[in-house]
């Protein structure tokens, strides 16, 4: 692809960072195969709608090399790997959807983060996100703190979720109010 493109299927972007330009309510962006580092966090800063959200979906087996930031409201996330970063979501990013998503080689600070929620107090943070059907595997201790999911914010569900190969404390960080994790799978968990 070349960003210079139109942005069709016949015609399409190279990087997720031109596209998360170029996107409104109600579109989706369908990521060919393949493994993409666009060497900078992937920030998804434009809000679809309740009735209009904006889809980003895996369309065959894709792997980024680089953070997701969910940084607006009304986004979905399908299908995407990450190795070594994961996915963030900052207190903008309400109404969020992460799905069949999964991060390995998790280093120091990744996995799937709540990002700059703890500065807003416990009920401060984003809203409302949904973290459904997706796991990681591998967290590394690295040079820092690493987390399978920090959760913070309020009213947010973590549903069908597996963890695997990794330390008990830093499997799971739940803050903030009304969240709900259930039905999640842990496995090879160190202590």
Do not use: K, M
Not at 18 to 30: K, P, S
Not at 49 to 76: D, F, H, K, Y
Not at 133 to 145: E, F, K, V, W, Y
């Amino acid at each position: 692809g070349s960003d210079g493109a139109a942005g069709s299927v016949g015609a399409p972007w190279s990087t997720w960072t031109h596209a998360a330009t170029q996107v409104a309510a109600g579109d989706t962006v369908l990521i060919q195969p393949g493994v993409y580092d666009d060497g900078a966090t992937i920030a998804l800063t434009v809000s679809g709608t309740s009735n209009a959200p904006i889809t980003w979906r895996a369309n065959g087996g894709v792997t980024n090399l680089e953070w997701v930031s969910l940084q607006s409201a009304w986004n979905v996330v399908d299908g995407i790997t990450s190795v070594g970063p994961g996915y963030l979501v900052r207190n903008s990013a309400n109404y969020c959807t992460i799905t069949n998503c999964w991060a390995y080689d998790i280093t120091a600070g990744g996995g799937f983060a709540f990002f700059d929620s703890n500065a807003a107090g416990p009920s401060g943070g984003a809203g409302h996100i949904t973290i459904i059907n997706s796991g990681l595997n591998r967290i590394t201790s690295g040079s820092g703190p690493t987390t399978g999911i920090n959760i913070d914010g309020h009213d947010n569900l973590v549903q069908g979720f597996s963890f695997a190969n990794g330390f008990s404390a830093d499997a799971i960080r739940a803050f903030g109010s009304n969240i709900t994790v259930r039905g999640c799978t842990f496995s090879h968990i160190d202590e």
